[in-house]
């Protein structure tokens, strides 16, 4: 009886290692070459199932799984929409800035819905120059932002608060390969040849696994952040995170004047 025992958490005991030895041999860096002078894809998964995508413009990251030879991702998401806001002694009114992707079609309101929320950019806008920055004449403690994309059907209403008496704002918006959960898989051989660990610098390394572990919207907005305004030289003081709510979609209405306008066919 107690032989049969050992023998049955050996056979366990292997059934768990042959379970765990795909992921562990898989980990690794691999590099897909890419057509376009940009260069190829890398990708690092580590042996805790996290990964990154490095790319040309950019990076992702998430989770991935092995079945068989088939390596699955699945993109951590990010907020559609982040708001920060600063007080600014002398300023009058309130300015508004926007750090947004412009394909995104994003509508705002303020301090209340009332039906009708404005367009940031006119429809089919182009030739885009910003900083786009707005001044208002009024006190904003309520800010409102949805994406109207028609490829983005599912994208909830942000309410943001400005309890703090702000009177200056900074909205990002991010591509939607960063606010949306994307899922895709990949074979060993599609993936590319793998790499040793070795082949990545020390650097590097840290750079990725800080990536893995940082918040992409920050609480606090600080001049050294990439994301911070770099043309403001009067003020270098930081933006301080407002809070959050998201709701479904209501109904309302899109004011046809647009707060810019911006079109190659302008004379």
Not at 174 to 187: A, G, H, Q, R
Request: proline share 7%; net charge negative; hydrophobic share 35%.
């Amino acid at each position: 009886m107690k032989n049969t025992i050992l023998l049955i958490v050996f056979l366990l005991s292997v059934g768990v290692n042959a379970q765990e030895k795909p992921a562990e041999n898989s980990a690794g860096i691999y590099h897909q070459r890419g057509n376009s002078p940009e260069g190829g894809t890398n990708y690092i998964l580590f042996p805790d199932q996290q990964f990154v995508i490095a790319f040309f413009g950019g990076m992702l990251k998430g989770m991935w799984q092995q079945q068989g030879d088939q390596i699955n991702f699945k993109t951590t998401a990010v907020p559609h929409y982040s708001c920060y806001g600063r007080y600014v002694a002398g300023l009058k009114g309130t300015q508004i800035r926007f750090k947004i992707n412009e394909p995104n079609q994003t509508l705002v309101a303020w301090n209340t819905l009332a039906g009708e929320m404005t367009p940031v950019f006119n429809k089919e806008a182009n030739c885009f120059m910003p900083p786009y920055i707005l001044d208002l004449d009024q006190e904003v403690k309520k800010i409102y932002l949805l994406q109207n994309s028609a490829y983005l059907p599912e994208t909830p209403m942000y309410e943001f608060t400005n309890d703090q008496n702000f009177n200056e704002f900074l909205i990002i918006n991010l591509k939607p390969d960063y606010t949306e959960v994307k899922e895709f898989s990949l074979t060993m051989n599609t993936l590319g040849k793998k790499h040793p660990w070795s082949s990545l610098s020390e650097e590097d390394l840290y750079y990725f696994k800080k990536y893995l572990n940082t918040i992409q919207f920050p609480t606090r907005l600080d001049p050294e952040n990439p994301i911070y305004p770099k043309t403001e030289s009067h003020n270098s003081d930081s933006y301080v995170q407002l809070k959050a709510e998201n709701y479904p979609k209501p109904e309302f209405r899109i004011r046809s004047k647009p707060y810019f306008h911006f079109s190659c066919d302008d004379p």
